[in-house]
């Protein structure tokens, strides 16, 4: 098989270097004689493995001691529910800012748990823009402010950190994390699916301030509270042990670039070359999202002719560049660039798609 | 490395030959470019596999149509939460067989819930048994009655189906699923978390008849209701797609070894050459749990002499027998003995314990 470049949203591309490590280790990792699929959770190998794992991700990130870093399952959508069930703690309503179809979803899982207050829709922009943060309401008693720092499907990212005061900040970033330098303690809680920056799907990662655990609603079940997972080192029950190996060479793999500042760097080139291409198209494609939150991750774009989608899709589908087709409720087209999309990939589509424009245009 | 034994309770043992393909597939799956965790979940390449899985676990099974089945995260901890949440269904009671820590914890969780009959408690003889049928107190308006078909720390296995009449029967097969042919049309409900004879961790199957799904208590997170698992085929969000793949790869080695026939034929000398050690160890091996129901899958056996212990897990490592230690609650060793576990395994265990035995005896 040729090289191919798969700009999938997610499960999305992962390094090479990673997968290829993964493979030799598959069946006998280590010498143990043992695959890691067939470890047991509680020995010393997969202890191991799992205390390394967490350990690069506080180094890669800068987590601070006081902030638990948990290993779950059920991906972003079950995090819509267990942050408001664990958040809350005794109070009545909580702040969403609404970007997009992601926020949308959180902010209706919420509210089965208490009462939302949208501080700010992105509605009237048909969410290609962040609304102006001098219109936001927010509520100084809210329980905590929820954002989606990157909209995987709208592909807006904000370039800022939400200014929440004390209410504790909440954002899903499961298709920005470890792209870039975040300054962790500025957030309450942070989660992440780990399909795109991370891993493969499986594994949720949350990283929460320990004086926010330990409030749960009643009623719940007891998977659904942090404190379970926090007191038991994400042991309480089984954990993805497999999904949590893989996302420890991820870590590895991003030390070896650099680290975040590394990654943002790449990443912010591979961005910019794409964003170039499609402004420099003379409107032969067209992104919709305004320049200032225009995300690095995920880059929608249309062809000014909808009647040519298909043949783009097929013959980028040709030249090995894959799952390009925008989301369906946007439309058009959407790269995924996330930190295993190597910059010569981001060159492929780029040059592919001027030379489609130069044919048809 | 020598070939080594793993004993270990789950994650366990998968096929060599699984783990072999799965190495080999790794990295470039099917010539696509792409390993299997690179996948979109609504890709073409996953759908099939995910709808092959699908397809070789009915056919193993023999499941009828008239059921669900679904592949979810949370292992069986969260189906404790999701099968009252799901099977209520308006009633307020639900029945439970307390036969060990499984069991135990099944119970627990549910009380978070409803009202939970105890139909027979396995207690007084240290759950070693199965109380007598004649003792259990059934409740004719129970809404289910829950199981644990074999108790994966106590080794405590159910040779029969209870009969609830109808009221719908729930088991938590995680530990024997696959183990023996089952027939699915006595049950509402089975559950089970994939690592012991399904897959790696990270995945849970659930087989749930249709007429059961879709009355989840209210106030409820969204995604522990099985009616949006059923109604996505189990897409509603990101599926664990690499543990999905490797249960297809571990049902279509199943379909080699004659299916569950073949599989309990199998199962059955390998636990009869195990229990045959024990009970000729002249009583320096002995087996708590009562000869009627003693499991296939894990066996718990005691040194006559607890002193010898330490001595037992460190000569029995040093031969490559892994993984032997028992649960902390029950003591002394484990053997499980899994689908995956060989013949030859078992052999060699039984070869060193006569050896042990006969030097330390």
Partial sequence: MARIFNFGAGPAVMPQAVLRKAQEELVDWHGSGMSVMEMSHRGKEFLDIAARAEASLRTLMGIPDTYKVLFLQGGASLQFAMVPINLLRGKTRADYLHTGEWSKKAIAEARRFGEVNVVASGEASGFTDIPAVSDWRLDPQAAYLHYTPNETIGGVEFPFIPDAGAVPLVADMSSTILSRPVDVSRFGLIYAGAQKNIGPSGLTVVIVREDLVGQALPGMPIMLDYRIHADNESMYNTPPTFPIYMAGLVFDWLKEQGGLAGMARINERKARLLYDAIEGSGGFYICPVAKACRSWMNVPFTLKDA?????????????????????????????SLYNAMPEEGVAALVDFMRDFARRRG
Same sequence: chains 1, 2.
Avoid: C, P, T
């Avoid at 097929?314 to 946007?330: C, D, I, P, T």
């Fill in 307 to 335: 009647g040519l989608d298909e043949a783009f899709l097929k013959e980028s589908k040709a030249a090995g560049l894959l799952q390009l087709k925008g989301h369906r409720s946007v439309g058009g087209m959407r790269a």
